[in-house]
């Protein structure tokens, strides 16, 4: 049974859309979430951080939010560009300082 | 954010060889890191959790005599890959968590192929 799960997929969208990404967690433990990038072959590059306090956040043209109550984070990209595509991955963290559980990933086009 | 770097960057090795996969945090002390590997077109699936000065933690199913972790300095983790198989070919990534604010950083990770 996976705990963390992520809709669609994958994405293909034409330059310029806005977009959301879907995360969700069976487990209500949460400390916090994170969204991450993967582009082929490398590491992770962490994108945004929310707290289980917390509802929002932002960074440039990402918005994350976290809704505890139903398990849920989303992640808006607006007005997407061919850089935007990868691999987005997100992942809980059930307690401060242990190990963060992973979603399967969505993969993203983003078609000039 | 932390800075986490990861060496070597790609490894090819023969069947039966060991590979040592080292992990560094150049910028703050981690007193845990984290061992994940993924597969192709799959997500990150944790290995262990490596704790300086004592054993590392291994998840289910994950072979601690052939997976060897070592977190000798607050700075360093060693995961040394024994007896390679080609089964054992994946892309291996390590992570430290910085506090106060628990959040995780990666290094560019280590992609393993054994022939």
């Known amino acids: 049974k996976q705990e963390v799960t992520q809709i669609p997929a994958a994405l293909s969208v034409p330059e310029g859309e806005n977009l959301v990404l879907n995360c969700s967690f069976t487990d209500s433990a949460i400390y916090n979430l994170q969204w991450f990038r993967q582009d082929p072959g490398k590491g992770l590059t962490s994108l945004l951080l929310i707290q289980s306090s917390q509802r929002e956040q932002t960074s440039g043209r990402l918005n994350a939010s976290l809704d505890k109550s139903s398990g849920r984070s989303t992640l808006y990209i607006a007005a997407s560009q061919p850089g935007d595509s990868a691999t987005y991955l997100c992942a809980k963290g059930r307690n401060y300082g242990q190990n963060f559980v992973f979603g399967p990933g969505t993969r993203l086009s983003v078609l000039p | 954010g932390a800075v986490v770097s990861q060496h070597p960057s790609r490894v090819i090795c023969k069947s039966g060889t060991s590979v040592k996969i080292e992990c560094r945090s150049l910028d703050f002390q981690a007193t845990t890191m984290f061992w994940y590997r993924q597969f192709p077109k799959q997500s990150l699936m944790l290995m262990a959790t490596?704790?300086?000065?004592?054993?590392?933690?291994?998840e289910q199913g994950v072979e601690k005599d052939k997976f060897l972790i070592n977190h000798a300095s607050l700075t360093l983790s060693t995961l040394t890959v024994t007896s390679a198989h080609p089964e054992d070919s994946s892309f291996y990534i390590c992570?430290?968590?910085?506090?106060?604010?628990?959040?995780?950083?990666f290094g560019p990770g280590t992609r393993l192929t054994v022939l």
């Open positions: 490596s704790n300086e000065g004592s054993k590392a933690t291994y």
């Open positions: 992570s430290t968590i910085q506090a106060p604010i628990n959040e995780q950083f």
